[in-house]
């Protein structure tokens, strides 16, 4: 936890000090769009009391399983001992898992998941080789499996505490029983890269759309500043998924589909490695929603008539008000959940509050717990 704050910092600094600019540039003049927000308390109290042991996450990404069921994966989560009182005794795995029902308003019964290894909690994910820990980045259910990019990393001497070592993809092939007893077929996603000057990696997002797993990468060039990191998109068909055919992805080119990488040509710049992207019926556009830079009191959206774009100008859909708390909170991890949305122009979000002070989360267990809002728009032409 404390080298993920260290990382989380480290990135807070370098987006205040080479992204003033964007702040007060193209992202202040950024429309709102029209969107109407209201809190989703009922929401943030249902996964605060449903198990007395989770004690909150970051991450927080929806994968709807059926029109039932819901399935949420989460980052960084403090486990508790039993009967222990707030975060008391609280260890963090890297990774958790929830089932939640769904089919009314109100929120459903939610079960948490992460494996029990004799009195001691541990991540449901786990490398298959090498040293390091798992973060989910997306996920989506095609027809033959539910599709799950985690990115792997590993603990170094630099000021980070740890680097990215890869990227995985996870496919659970039979997704409708309990996780205890998924059968999961793990294989390393071969465009990944390392640098000094930022990484690469894919599976930030995904869609599926007209036969193709539309996947998401961003790559990194911190020299150019808070702009430098660029969402690019790649697709592979679904009928490659289940036997994770790499040899079958494409990248979006300036000229088309190549099968190279390094190709790959950016779709809009000042993304996130975390993101989602979803359909609005009511605008028949597709979505994205993302933290500014990953970091940042601002989430915002771009709409496109395809998974692959073009991408409109950023709309600033919501700002986060606890950043008011304290000087010491901030906020990222804005994505959208589709499933959840009562109407056609409404999206449902949430993001993730936290401390530069790991007590803090100790003191205000205000923190660190999945924060929803629902966004409704207004007629459009």
């Given at each position: 936890?404390?080298?993920?704050?260290?990382?989380?910092?480290?990135?807070?600094?370098?987006?205040?000090?080479?992204?003033?600019?964007?702040?007060?540039?193209?992202?202040?003049?950024?429309?709102?769009?029209?969107?109407?927000?209201?809190?989703?308390?009922?929401?943030?109290?249902?996964?605060?009391?449903?198990?007395?042991?989770?004690?909150?996450?970051?991450?927080?990404?929806?994968?709807?399983?059926?029109?039932?069921?819901?399935?949420?994966?989460?980052?960084?989560?403090?486990?508790?001992?039993?009967?222990?009182?707030?975060?008391?005794?609280?260890?963090?795995?890297?990774?958790?898992?929830?089932?939640?029902?769904?089919?009314?308003?109100?929120?459903?019964?939610?079960?948490?998941?992460?494996?029990?290894?004799?009195?001691?909690?541990?991540?449901?994910?786990?490398?298959?080789?090498?040293?390091?820990?798992?973060?989910?980045?997306?996920?989506?259910?095609?027809?033959?499996?539910?599709?799950?990019?985690?990115?792997?990393?590993?603990?170094?001497?630099?000021?980070?505490?740890?680097?990215?070592?890869?990227?995985?993809?996870?496919?659970?092939?039979?997704?409708?029983?309990?996780?205890?007893?998924?059968?999961?077929?793990?294989?390393?996603?071969?465009?990944?890269?390392?640098?000094m000057k930022g990484d690469l990696i894919f599976g930030v997002g995904c869609f599926a759309y007209d036969g193709f797993l539309y996947v998401y990468g961003v790559r990194e060039d911190w020299s150019r500043g808070a702009e430098g990191?660029?969402?690019?998109?790649?697709?592979?068909?679904?009928?490659?998924?289940?036997?994770?055919?790499?040899?079958?992805?494409?990248?979006?080119?300036?000229?088309?589909?190549?099968?190279?990488?390094?190709?790959?040509?950016?779709?809009?710049?000042?993304?996130?490695?975390?993101?989602?992207?979803?359909?609005?019926?009511?605008?028949?556009?597709?979505?994205?929603?993302?933290?500014?830079?990953?970091?940042?009191?601002?989430?915002?959206?771009?709409?496109?008539?395809?998974?692959?774009?073009?991408?409109?100008?950023?709309?600033?859909?919501?700002?986060?008000?606890?950043?008011?708390?304290?000087?010491?909170?901030?906020?990222?991890?804005?994505?959208?959940?589709?499933?959840?949305?009562?109407?056609?122009?409404?999206?449902?979000?949430?993001?993730?509050?936290?401390?530069?002070?790991?007590?803090?989360?100790?003191?205000?267990?205000?923190?660190?717990?999945?924060?929803?809002?629902?966004?409704?728009?207004?007629?459009?032409?």
């Open positions: 936890m404390r080298r993920r704050l260290a990382c989380i910092r480290f990135l807070a600094v370098l987006c205040l000090l080479l992204a003033a600019c964007a702040e007060t540039g193209w992202l202040k003049q950024a429309e709102s769009g029209g969107w109407h927000a209201t809190r989703m308390a009922e929401w943030e109290e249902a996964f605060r009391r449903a198990d007395p042991r989770w004690r909150g996450a970051d991450g927080a990404y929806s994968v709807p399983l059926s029109d039932s069921k819901n399935l949420w994966v989460f980052g960084d989560t403090w486990i508790t001992a039993p009967g222990a009182i707030g975060r008391e005794e609280a260890r963090i795995i890297r990774n958790s898992l929830a089932l939640q029902e769904l089919g009314s308003d109100r929120p459903g019964k939610i079960e948490f998941f992460w494996r029990q290894k004799e009195d001691v909690p541990e991540a449901p994910f786990v490398p298959d080789t090498g040293p390091g820990w798992l973060w989910p980045l997306s996920g989506e259910r095609v027809p033959d499996a539910l599709c799950l990019f985690l990115g792997h990393f590993v603990a170094n001497d630099s000021e980070l505490g740890f680097e990215l070592f890869g990227c995985w993809l996870f496919r659970v092939l039979n997704p409708d029983d309990p996780p205890a007893t998924w059968q999961v077929r793990k294989d390393r996603v071969p465009f990944c890269e390392h640098g990191r660029s969402l690019l998109v790649a697709r592979t068909p679904l009928a490659s998924i289940r036997e994770a055919d790499f040899s079958s992805w494409r990248f979006l080119s300036g000229d088309g589909w190549a099968s190279e990488v390094s190709r790959c040509t950016s779709l809009f710049d000042g993304a996130a490695t975390e993101m989602s992207v979803s359909y609005l019926p009511g605008r028949k556009r597709f979505l994205a929603v993302y933290s500014f830079c990953g970091l940042s009191e601002s989430i915002l959206g771009r709409l496109a008539r395809h998974p692959a774009g073009p991408w409109g100008e950023p709309m600033i859909l919501f700002r986060c008000p606890e950043v008011a708390w304290s000087k010491e909170y901030f906020c990222y991890a804005g994505k959208a959940h589709p499933e959840l949305a009562k109407g056609e122009n409404e999206v449902v979000i949430t993001y993730a509050v936290n401390s530069w002070k790991l007590e803090d989360h100790q003191t205000d267990l205000r923190l660190y717990w999945p924060r929803f809002v629902r966004l409704k728009q207004g007629e459009h032409e």
